[in-house]
């Protein structure tokens, strides 16, 4: 399945490597430069497909559970202060998401959307630190029945645009879809300190179905 947040991207790459194969098979009179057009096109559209397939997911249940929003690895994990949206001590989990990954976002936690913010910043590698501050993000709070979860969509290098579906005071589900970052990017989750961390750096995630942290 290609998911609905890239239908723009999908369909005017595939229309256009479907051009180039049809034209290069008509008009193109050498071998060598035929072929090759068919074989740049097809990997083209390969890849195309792969960024943008959207796979089914089955979400672990749990008020408690704070899940991945991202499929990637976990590159980061360390104690901080988050005072905009939790207003207390953290834990920042990092996913950095490679663009052979998924790219379509979830839910960390079920509860209603409390902060949305649009930051129109830099394009740093996402698996640089400063990514995290300096990069174009959008920063997402969410209030469950356990706590709150502050989650950015943060682009990196060649990410160029950042799909956010949600409004404040939306009523969410964990592992739901929401949006996705285009061609390679990150993903930072800030859970309250408290908070019992279930993943380690270097783990791979799923999004909607990697159990990242523990509520209490």
């Known amino acids: 399945m290609i998911t609905k947040y890239g239908y723009d ?15 290069s098979l008509i008009f193109v009179e050498p ?14 559209l390969g890849l195309t497909i792969n960024f943008f397939r959207d796979p089914e997911r089955t979400s672990p249940t749990g008020e408690s559970l704070v899940l991945s929003p991202a499929d990637g690895k976990i590159i980061a994990i360390r104690q901080l202060d988050e ?21 379509v976002n979830r839910n960390p936690i079920s509860g209603k959307v409390k902060y949305l913010r649009y930051v129109k910043g830099e394009y740093f590698a996402a698996f640089e630190d400063k990514a995290s501050e300096k990069n174009e993000q959008m920063l997402i709070g969410i209030e469950g029945a356990l706590g709150r979860v502050l ?5 990196g290098f060649i990410a160029r ?3 956010c579906t949600l409004k404040m005071e939306d009523t969410v589900k964990a592992g739901e879809r929401f949006g996705m970052i285009k061609f390679g990017s990150r993903v930072d989750v800030f ?10 750096v270097g783990d791979e995630t799923v999004a909607g179905e990697t159990v990242l942290a523990e509520l209490h």
Do not use: D, W
């Not at 991207?9 to 034209?23: E, G, R």
């Not at 060598?32 to 740049?40: E, F, G, S």
């Not at 859970?191 to 380690?200: D, F, Q």
């Open 31 to 44: 071998k060598i430069p035929k072929y090759c057009v068919v074989a740049l096109s097809v990997v083209l």
């Open 151 to 155: 989650f950015k969509q943060i682009a």
């Open 161 to 163: 645009r950042i799909v």
């Open 9 to 23: 991207v999908f369909f005017t790459v595939s229309i256009i490597c479907l051009l180039l194969i049809v034209l």
């Open 83 to 103: 005072k905009e949206f939790l207003g207390s001590g953290a834990t920042l989990i990092s996913v950095f998401m490679s663009p052979l990954n998924v790219h």
């Open 191 to 200: 859970v309250p300190a408290t908070a019992s961390v279930r993943a380690k």
